[in-house]
């Protein structure tokens, strides 16, 4: 199988960020941080995938995306 394209959508405060990214890092699962208080279009692209909330972390999967995945969501996704 080959492997996903993985775009985290987050921010360096945010508790559901942090456990999203000790997941991946606990699994080696690659992917890219994408700071949305650093980046006005992430943010923007954020907001438009949810309905107009900054709704952190929200994932990009080979470009299907996920708001604030529960740890047995990300297993489902990763498995």
Not at 6 to 34: E, H, L
């Amino acid at each position: 199988m080959s492997e996903k394209k993985v775009i985290m959508y987050g921010a360096m405060w945010c508790p559901d960020c942090v456990r999203t990214k000790s997941y991946f890092d606990a699994k080696n699962i690659q992917y890219d941080f994408v700071d949305v208080d650093q980046d006005e279009a992430a943010s923007n692209k954020v907001m438009e995938v949810n309905n107009g909330k900054r709704i952190i972390p929200t994932l990009s999967v080979n470009g299907e995306f996920h708001t604030n995945p529960s740890i047995g969501e990300l297993k489902k996704l990763f498995s």
